[in-house]
Each structure stands twice: as structure tokens, then as C-alpha cells.
């Protein structure tokens, strides 16, 4: 299983993103998708998350600003981000909990998946 991320770039204080990712690989299911981010220095920390079900959890920094959610058919979680401030500046990780199959066994696990990070700069 892998996950990909895109969609992070430079914008200006006050602008928007939209960052995607999209899980690939023997999927038998995904359970809960989520967005962390990280900083230089620091521990990374939650942004959000949802559930396979549209159940959501945000930071308390995030609420009201940031907004994820998934499809489902298309194994793709996104977050858009809006009203960007400074403090918003950081790597995003991506993350899933999927069920697998494991194919040469015949039955399925379920595991932890990080996507690659994608950079966030927000500018004053």
C-alpha cells in the first residue's frame, strides 16, 4: 500500500490550498484518513482526521479554517485549506488506516500507511 500526496506549494497569508491523497496498492479497505504536519524541531502533530463513515476531528488551531474530507471510490482523502496564517507553515503527511490483502496468503491485514510529506509555505 502507498500513499501519495500533492498539492502543497507557497501562498500568500490569507490564501488557500487544497492538498490530496490519494492510496494505492491491495486495498481491501481504509478505515480512517488523516493529515499531520510537522515542523523543523517539533513532534508532528494531528490536523485532521475522518473516518470511513465522514466522522471528523480537527485542531483546535485548524477549526473553521481547514476542511478534510475522502471519496471513498477513489481511495482519496483531501484537506483544503483556507484563511492560511503563518503558523501554518509545515510538512503535511498524509495517513490511513487500510485493511490489505495479503496475496499470496489469501487473507487480509490491517496497517498504518504514511504518505511522503508535502510543503506548506505560507508568506506574510
Known amino acids: 500500500v502507498q500513499l501519495q500526496a500533492s498539492g502543497g506549494g507557497r501562498v500568500q497569508a490569507g490564501g488557500s490550498l487544497r492538498l490530496s491523497c490519494v492510496a494505492s496498492g491491495s486495498i481491501f479497505s481504509i478505515n480512517d484518513m488523516g493529515w499531520y504536519r510537522q515542523t523543523p524541531g517539533k513532534q508532528r502533530e494531528l490536523v485532521a482526521t475522518i473516518s470511513s463513515g465522514g466522522t471528523t476531528i480537527y485542531a483546535g488551531s485548524v477549526k473553521g479554517r481547514f476542511t478534510i474530507s475522502r471519496d471513498n471510490a477513489k481511495n482519496t482523502v483531501y484537506l483544503q485549506l483556507n484563511s492560511l496564517e503563518r503558523e501554518d507553515t509545515a510538512t503535511y503527511f498524509c495517513?490511513?488506516?487500510?485493511?490489505?490483502?495479503?496475496?499470496?496468503?489469501?487473507?487480509?491485514?490491517?496497517?498504518?500507511?504514511w504518505g511522503q510529506g508535502t510543503q506548506v509555505t505560507v508568506s506574510s
Open positions: 495517513t490511513a488506516n487500510v485493511r490489505y490483502h495479503m496475496i499470496s496468503a489469501g487473507f487480509t491485514r490491517t496497517g498504518d500507511f
